[in-house]
C-alpha cells in the first residue's frame, strides 16, 4: 500500500486576482510547487481536483450568501477554471485530475471523477493506495471535505497545514477542529 498527495482546487478564481480569490493562494500554489520538487518522490501517486462548473445551479448567484452561494467561478472554459501557473508541473506530473460539480454545488474531490468517470474512491483503492495527504485550497472548503471524506473512506489522512490557505479565520478553526476530531492529523 502507499501514499499519495491531493492537490485541492489550486485554480486561478481561488487565488488572489480570481473570482473567488483567498488571501495567500498564489503563495500556496508556490509552496506546493517546491514542496513537490523537494518531495514529490516519497509519494506513490500525485493527484490532483478542481472545480470544473458548467451550471450548478444555485452554488452560483448574482448575490451571493458565501455559505451556500458564491460568485461564479471556476467555470469550464474560462481562466478562472485553469490550475495557477506555479503548479502547472506538478499538474503535468499528476496521475489523475478529478474534475466536480459540473451541474452542481460539489466540495469534495471523492465528489469528482476523471474523464473517464472514475472517482477518487475508486481510483485510490486501483492504485492500492491507503495514506492520502492532503495540500490545496480553501482549508474551510474543499480542502476540509477532501479530508474529512477521505479519513471517511479509510484512509489515514493527513493534512499540510503550511500548504494550504483558508477563506476566514474562524471557520478555518473550525476545520482545523473537524481534522483532529476525525482523526486526521495536521502538520506543519
Known amino acids: ?25 498564489i503563495a500556496v500554489a508556490e509552496r506546493i510547487a517546491a ?3 523537494d518531495h514529490g518522490g516519497e509519494y506513490a501517486q500525485i493527484v490532483a481536483t478542481a472545480d470544473w462548473h458548467i451550471d450548478p445551479g444555485s452554488h452560483w448567484s448574482k448575490t451571493p450568501d458565501f455559505v451556500d452561494s458564491w460568485p461564479v467561478h471556476c467555470k469550464v472554459g474560462t481562466p478562472g477554471a485553469d490550475f495557477r501557473s506555479e503548479v502547472h508541473p506538478v499538474i ?11 451541474y452542481a ?4 474531490g471523492f465528489e469528482g471523477a476523471t474523464e473517464d468517470g472514475v472517482g477518487m474512491t475508486e481510483w485510490l483503492r486501483d492504485h492500492e493506495i491507503d495514506e492520502l495527504d492532503v495540500a490545496g485550497i480553501a482549508t474551510d472548503y474543499c480542502v476540509r471535505a477532501t479530508a474529512l471524506d477521505a479519513a471517511s473512506a479509510g484512509l ?21 477542529n473537524d481534522f483532529r476530531a476525525a482523526g486526521i492529523d495536521v502538520v506543519d
Open 1 to 25: 500500500m502507499g501514499r499519495a498527495l491531493v492537490l485541492v482546487d489550486v485554480q486561478n478564481d481561488f487565488c488572489e486576482g480570481g473570482s473567488l480569490a483567498v488571501a495567500g493562494g
Open 35 to 37: 514542496y513537490v520538487e
Open 92 to 102: 503535468a506530473q499528476a496521475a489523475a485530475i478529478f474534475r466536480k460539480g459540473q
Open 105 to 108: 454545488a460539489a466540495y469534495s
Open 156 to 176: 489515514t489522512t493527513r493534512v499540510l497545514r503550511h500548504l494550504v490557505a483558508g477563506v476566514a479565520p474562524g471557520s478555518t478553526t473550525h476545520a482545523l
